[in-house]
C-alpha cells in the first residue's frame, strides 16, 4: 500500500509536467486507459484463467464507466488545469464520499463522528476552492481542476458502493482486464481524432518517459499493489496509507517548482485529513452488528 500511494503521489507532479510539455489531459487520459488495458491483457496469460460470466462482462461495463472512465478523465484533465498539489489533497477526500453514497444506497447510518468528519472535511474542501479561485498561477490552483478531480473521487466512490460484490468475485487481473477494455472501447472514439492530430515529432523523449511512467506504474502497478494490499490488511490500516499520495506530491512538487505551497493549502490538508480520520475511525453497521453478535454470544 505504501509503494502504491507513493507511486500515485509521483504520478501527479510527472503527469503534470508531461502536460507541460506537449501533451493535454485528454492524450494523457488515452494512452493511460489504453495502455492500461494492454498491459492486463498481457498479464493476463501468466495468471490462471478465470471465467467470467456473460452477464458479470456486461456490469464491468458499468464499473468502467465510474470507475475508469469519468475517475480518470476527471482526475487526469483536471490535473491539467489545477496543481499537482491541490490534486493530491483531493484525492485523500474519497472516504467521505463513500461514507455519504454509503447512507444513500446502503443505509448505513450516519454517526455523530461521521457528520463532524464530513464538516470538517468540507471546510478544507471550501479552503482549497476558495484559494484556487484567487490563484494567479496554476501553480497555486485552479477552481475547474479543483473541482474536476473532487468529481473523479465522487465517481470512484460511487464505483465501490454500487460493484463492490463485482470487484470481490473475481481476481485484481481479471478485472482491471475487463474494465480498462471497456473504457478504452468508450473513449477512444472520441479522443483518437484528437490524439492523431498531437505534434509527435515536436514532443521529447522526457515527456514520453513521464506518460510511460503514469501508464505502467501510476496506473498498471499501483493498482495491482493496491488491490493486494486491500486483500492483507484491514480497511482502516489500508486508509491511513492514503496520506501518502498527497506527502510525496506536495515534496515532489515544490521542489521541481510545478507547484507553490501557501498556508491555506497547508489548513486545507489539515481539515480535510482530519474529517476523513474522523470518517474512517466511525464503525460502520457491520461492525456494530458484530459487536452485538459476540455480546449476545457472551
Not at 484533465?77 to 499537482?84: D, V
Not at 498531437?198 to 506504474?217: Q, R
Not at 493498482?223 to 491511513?240: D, E, F, K, N
Request: proline letters at 3%; a positive charge.
Amino acid at each position: 500500500m505504501f509503494s502504491a500511494e507513493a507511486i500515485w503521489g509521483l504520478m501527479a507532479p510527472l503527469g503534470k509536467d508531461a502536460m507541460n510539455n506537449g501533451l493535454d489531459g485528454i492524450s494523457v487520459v488515452s494512452f493511460r486507459v489504453a495502455g492500461a488495458a494492454l498491459l492486463f491483457w498481457i498479464a493476463s496469460l501468466f495468471v490462471k484463467r478465470e471465467h467470467v460470466d456473460k452477464h458479470d462482462i456486461l456490469l464491468f461495463a458499468g464499473a468502467a464507466v465510474l470507475g475508469i472512465v469519468f475517475n480518470q478523465c476527471l482526475y487526469t484533465i483536471g490535473l491539467s488545469f489545477t496543481s499537482p498539489i491541490n490534486s493530491s489533497i483531493v484525492t485523500t477526500s474519497m472516504p467521505i464520499f463513500a461514507m455519504i453514497l454509503s447512507f444513500f444506497i446502503l443505509r448505513e447510518p450516519i454517526t455523530m463522528k461521521k457528520a463532524s468528519g464530513v464538516l470538517i472535511g468540507c471546510l478544507g474542501a471550501v479552503i482549497l476552492i476558495l484559494t484556487s479561485m484567487g490563484a494567479a498561477s496554476s501553480k497555486v490552483g485552479d477552481i475547474r481542476g479543483d473541482l474536476m478531480c473532487m468529481g473523479a473521487q465522487l465517481s470512484f466512490a460511487l464505483y465501490l458502493s454500487l460493484f463492490n460484490h463485482l470487484i470481490k468475485k473475481y481476481n485484481v487481473v481479471t478485472v482491471n482486464k475487463w474494465m480498462f477494455t471497456w473504457a478504452t472501447i468508450s473513449i477512444i472514439p472520441f479522443t483518437f481524432g484528437h490524439v492523431a492530430e498531437l505534434p509527435w515529432g515536436d514532443i521529447s523523449m522526457k515527456t514520453w518517459i513521464e506518460t510511460g511512467y503514469v501508464v505502467v506504474f501510476g496506473t498498471f502497478l499501483s493498482y495491482l499493489l493496491s488491490i493486494v494490499g486491500q486483500h492483507v490488511l484491514r480497511p482502516t490500516v489500508v486508509s491511513v496509507y492514503n496520506y501518502v499520495q498527497p506527502i510525496v506530491s506536495v515534496t515532489v512538487s515544490v521542489l521541481t517548482g510545478l507547484g507553490v505551497f501557501t498556508w491555506p493549502q497547508g489548513m486545507a490538508i489539515i481539515l480535510v485529513f482530519s474529517g476523513v480520520w474522523l470518517v474512517i475511525k466511525s464503525k460502520s453497521k457491520r461492525d456494530n452488528l458484530a459487536e452485538q453478535t459476540a455480546s449476545t454470544a457472551e
